[in-house]
C-alpha cells in the first residue's frame, strides 16, 4: 500500500491549496483551528496563536502572520476550543476573527470535525469560502465527518469539503472517500473532494454514483 498524506503532507496540501486560493480569489486568511502546522508548511515559524492575542501577550500580527502574496495564516485551535468550552468566551474569540478576517476577501478554516459547531463563531459568513476536515483514522470517522459536514452547511453556505487523510494510505482514503462523497451527495447535496493526492475508488460496477456532481482529487 503506497502511504497517503503524512502530517506533513496534509499540511503542504492545505498551504497549497491556500496559494491557490489567494492568487485566484484575492486576500486570504487561513484559519488553522485543528493543529495542522500549516504556517510551517508554508515556511513560517509562529510563535503565537490566536489565544496569545486574546491573552494580551502579542499583538495580532504576531499570530496573524503574512504568508505571501494576499495570503494570511492565524493559528486558533486554542481559542476556539476555549470558545467552544465556556460561551463566556466566545464573544472575545468573534470579535478578534472579526477584526483580522477584515482585510481578507475570503476566509478558509480548518477544523476537526469533533470542533465544526465552532463555525457558527466565523465573522462575515459571506467570506467563509471553504472548509477543511483532517479525517481522524478512528472506527466512527465517516460517520464524525458526515456529522460535521451537515453542521457546517447549516452555518453557512458551504457546500464543498475538502478532506484530509494523515496517515492514512491512498487506498483506505480513496475507499473511505468514496463512501462518504455518496452519501454527502445523496443526502446533504455536499460534494466532498480530497485537499491532497487521494482519488476516491471508481464505484462498483453497474452501481452509479449518486448525484450529478462528481466528486474528484483537489490540487
Not at 486554542?78 to 463566556?88: G, I, K, Q
Not at 492514512?168 to 468514496?178: N, T
Not at 452501481?207 to 450529478?212: D, F, K, L, M, V
Request: hydrophobic share 50%; with cysteine.
Amino acid at each position: 500500500m503506497q502511504p497517503g498524506l503524512r502530517p506533513a503532507r496534509a499540511a503542504e496540501a492545505l498551504a497549497q491549496r491556500a496559494r491557490a486560493m489567494a492568487s485566484t480569489g484575492g486576500p486570504t486568511l487561513l484559519v488553522d483551528a485543528a493543529r495542522m502546522q500549516v504556517a510551517l508548511a508554508l515556511g513560517l515559524r509562529l510563535r503565537y496563536d490566536l489565544q496569545h492575542v486574546l491573552d494580551g501577550d502579542c499583538d495580532p500580527e504576531a499570530a496573524c502572520v503574512a504568508a505571501g502574496d494576499g495570503l494570511w495564516v492565524l493559528p486558533a485551535a486554542r481559542a476556539v476550543e476555549a470558545a467552544l468550552a465556556d460561551p463566556r468566551h466566545a464573544p472575545r474569540v468573534v470579535a478578534a476573527l472579526d477584526a483580522l478576517a477584515r482585510p481578507a476577501r475570503q476566509v478558509v478554516v480548518v477544523l476537526p470535525a469533533a470542533r465544526a459547531a465552532w463555525i457558527a463563531l466565523v465573522p462575515g459568513l459571506a467570506a467563509l469560502r471553504e472548509a477543511c476536515i483532517p479525517v481522524e483514522g478512528r472506527q466512527d470517522a465517516a460517520a464524525a465527518i458526515l456529522t460535521a459536514v451537515r453542521q457546517v452547511m447549516s452555518e453557512s453556505e458551504i457546500d464543498t469539503f475538502r478532506l484530509l487523510f494523515p496517515g492514512m494510505g491512498e487506498a483506505a482514503a480513496g475507499r473511505l472517500l468514496s463512501g462518504m462523497a455518496a452519501i454527502a451527495q445523496r443526502h446533504f447535496g455536499a460534494t466532498l473532494l480530497a485537499a491532497g493526492d487521494v482519488a476516491p475508488a471508481p464505484p462498483a460496477p453497474g452501481i452509479p454514483r449518486p448525484g450529478q456532481r462528481s466528486v474528484e482529487s483537489g490540487s
